[in-house]
């Protein structure tokens, strides 16, 4: 691929570098609210959350521990089928610990709700999620992410920590991939 025209391949964007940090702000102010008085341990998604758990906790003015897992859910191309397999698991014992999931997206809601599930057997204080963008098929799932940036129609986006086939993670933006890109 021509890597020197990555921007050109978004045909549509959603949410630019401005929107997203204002509404990360946004939501690092409610985080930080509720979150007065007791420790919180941020745990971010790899590889997708990397962005989101980087300004989302630069956004918030207090003392925070982070932490990472890497899960592949089982699913090829642009669909994930639940069936998840812990790659990373956490250095962090989350007895007692207030914990944040921090995700870029829910589309189906399986790999969390899995993941919830999974961190809740561990005797945790408390579990919430945050997640920049949700898709409306997880509206189906028992998994409530506390808190969620925006919700957005069923389309495969890219961008800011998002990728098709490993690329466009690093693009500022969240968009639609032209339809050039899939052929
Ligand atoms: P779920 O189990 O269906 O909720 O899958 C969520 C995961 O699928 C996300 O963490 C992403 O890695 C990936 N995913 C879902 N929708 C998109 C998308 O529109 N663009 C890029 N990755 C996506
Ligand atoms: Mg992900």
């Known amino acids: ?73 089982y699913g090829s191309g642009t669909k994930s089928s639940g069936v998840v ?31 919830v599930n999974s961190l809740g057997s561990r005797g945790p204080a408390s579990i919430e999620i945050a997640t920049l963008l949700r898709k409306p098929e997880a509206m189906a799932m028992p998994v409530e992410p506390k808190y969620v940036g925006w919700d957005i129609p069923n389309e495969f986006v890219v961008g800011y920590g998002l990728d098709y086939r490993e690329e466009y993670r690093n693009l500022r933006d969240i968009g639609t991939l032209a339809p050039h890109v899939y052929s």
């Open 85 to 115: 397999r812990i790659l990373k698991d956490l250095d962090t014992d989350i007895t007692g610990r207030n914990v944040l999931v921090v995700d870029e997206i829910i589309d189906t809601g399986l790999t969390l709700s899995w993941l």
């Open 1 to 73: 691929m021509d890597s020197s025209h990555v921007e050109h391949d978004l045909v549509n964007i959603l949410f630019t570098e401005a929107q997203i940090q204002e509404r990360l702000g946004q939501m690092a102010e409610a985080i930080t609210a509720d979150y007065e008085g007791k420790d919180l341990l941020m745990v971010g998604v790899l590889r997708g959350a990397v962005m989101v758990m980087a300004d989302l906790s630069r956004a918030m003015p207090r003392h925070l521990d982070m932490d990472w897992m890497a899960i592949s859910s």
